[in-house]
């Protein structure tokens, strides 16, 4: 098997996926509150045993599930990747304590996981956040029990987390050398929060912190190496949310291509005139062109390549924006009656947006990408690149 195609057990797995999605998890999520934790759907998804898939299973299949379910159920495929996300780093580096406590629980859809990351000032400059970690009294530097003091912002699942995975600034000035996560749940003393009222529909909310205490018990990972912690899940799940987005565009290429070839327009069917079967060929074609970067970055996740970072950032970035793109396209050959409330349009132009602004913006993506490329190109050695870099003084 290669990164552009799959084995038939695979497209199997994901043909069931989405008779799950639209036989067992659509109802569920169609009686949700928008904006509220659904755990009816949360808890269906471990006893279809998707959710403990989140941690036995590699970045493919990741992807593979968020995309199948993403085509089906928007609200599925966000419940599942909100708990992977939440739960990846108490996974990946919590104490074996930690990981019996939480994983479990996580797994069979009775508790629920968040990552809080960003803050009101430190959304795409992670390393920028001001969650204060303050050495509790009597223990000074190198402490072992902290009050974690501010605020953290646009934080899914929030307020209704059983538990956070929360990053806090340890060492002050240190950028992002001095960030370390904890894992703290949500009946912690002086943790509270609120709901924010967002165009999408999945829960978001903001958390403020008074003087919480934490041990270190709660680290995850080692003090002051929180970020890389941070930056190990994002790795994996940027391209899932590449998937995500795939399953987005590919519901509004087939949602197109069928009203394209019922409508009468014309004369004939909407899908004879060149301008609107131009655009429907587009759309595939950017579809299946982020569809495969996907498949390639969680492969490359998978395999352990060197250059993740890279291929997640690249993934994630073409597919969101092609899913723009593509649902964008697909509300203008329907016309309004994709934006009446309740159409799969509507709320696929709803949902679309956010990703590309979280877990890193468009732009951020850019940057991490130039970085990475700048990084490992080699100026060749000659004499006049040599002066050059002499008399810049570098």
Avoid at 51 to 70: H, K, Q, Y
Avoid at 210 to 235: I, K, Q, S, Y
Wanted: overall charge negative; glycine content about 8%; aromatic content about 6%.
């Amino acid at each position: 098997m290669t990164a552009f195609s799959l084995e038939p057990a695979q497209l199997t797995w994901c043909e069931e996926l989405r008779a799950l999605a639209a036989g067992r998890l659509r109802p569920l999520a169609e009686k949700g509150e928008p904006g509220r934790v659904n755990r009816a759907l949360v808890a269906e998804l471990g006893s279809l045993g998707l959710l403990p898939r989140l941690f036995t299973s590699g970045a493919l299949d990741l992807c593979l599930m968020r995309e199948s379910l993403a085509h089906t159920c928007t609200e599925a495929e966000t419940a599942l990747a909100l708990q992977g996300l939440g739960a990846h780093p108490v996974h990946a580096h919590g104490t074996d304590a930690q990981r019996a406590r939480w994983l479990p629980r996580v797994s069979d859809g009775t508790a629920v996981a968040a990552f809080a990351l960003s803050e009101p000032d430190a959304g795409s400059d992670a390393a920028a956040l001001s969650l204060r970690a303050e050495p509790e009294t009597g223990h000074g530097a190198g402490a072992s029990a902290w009050r974690l003091t501010g605020e953290k912002c646009w934080i899914s699942n929030a307020p209704e987390a059983d538990f956070y995975t929360v990053f806090a600034r340890t060492t002050p000035g240190a950028g992002s050398r001095g960030v370390t996560a904890f894992l703290v749940p949500a009946d912690r003393p002086g943790l509270t929060g609120t709901p924010l009222d967002m165009l999408s529909p999945h829960p978001i909310g903001a958390l403020d912190f008074d003087a919480v205490p934490v041990t270190a018990d709660d680290v995850l990972g080692e003090p002051d190496r929180g970020f890389r912690v941070a930056m190990d899940t994002l790795n994996l799940f940027r391209p899932s949310v590449g998937a995500f987005a795939v399953g987005m565009a590919q519901a509004a290429l087939d949602a197109t291509l069928a009203h394209t070839t019922a409508r009468d327009a014309f004369g004939g069917k909407l899908r004879d005139l060149q301008a609107v079967s131009h655009q429907v060929a587009e759309m595939a074609l950017r579809t299946e062109a982020a569809r495969l970067m996907v498949y390639a970055a969680a492969t490359a996740y998978d395999a352990g390549a060197p250059d993740v970072p890279k291929r997640a950032a690249m993934a994630k970035l073409l597919a969101t924006e092609t899913a723009q793109y593509v649902v964008d396209r697909a509300v203008q050959l329907h016309g309004a009656r994709a934006l009446r409330r309740g159409h799969l349009l509507e709320h696929l132009y709803r949902e679309v947006r956010a990703p590309r602004v979280y877990e890193g913006a468009s732009e951020v993506q850019r940057g991490i990408v130039a970085k990475e490329l700048y990084r490992t190109h080699q100026v060749p050695r000659t004499h006049e690149t040599d002066t050059t870099t002499e008399e810049a003084g570098a």
